[in-house]
């Protein structure tokens, strides 16, 4: 190949380069996800074979479109590495759980729920409880845990712990 045949060709692939990277530029604002962090976990024994898990998290929907959850799940990876879903307990029945356990502590944030709105570039502190069928020590002794957020047209964005082992 010649010089100005090897001149063009890099021309070309400077000018396509500039085109992506502006639409990657101009629409970085249209992806739907909340962003953030798992702030405190709190564990309480229902019985000797399931306990309550309590998740304070802060995050962020970082783009230029309103959030609307369709389904928060909290996901559990025990202590062998074993994937569980908890089942969600409902804001009334979070409610009694600080009035009933003191050891609990306050309830720091509301709870996170379907249909649920988070604002273009809104920033909030949430709580999400769920009920695992094991013993406190075993979801004590988990490896990790996520809480996974649907959005209504479907994106899904996840909040991961931070590593336990």
Known sequence: MNRQG?????????????????MLWWT??????LEGSIQKVRVQAMDDNSAVVIVDFRFVNPSDHRFVVRSVDVLLQDGEGKER??????????????????????????????????????SLDRMVAARFEMSQAKLEARRGLRIRVEEVDGAVSELVEAARR
């Open 6 to 22: 090897v001149v063009a060709a890099a021309g070309g692939l400077a000018a396509v380069a500039v085109m992506v990277g502006f």
């Open 28 to 33: 970085r604002g249209a992806h739907m996800v």
């Open 85 to 122: 879903t908890g089942m969600a307990v409902s804001d009334p029945d979070a409610a009694r759980l600080f009035e009933y356990f003191k050891l609990l502590g306050p309830k720091y944030n509301d709870s996170f729920r379907i249909r649920d709105q988070v604002a273009s570039r809104q």
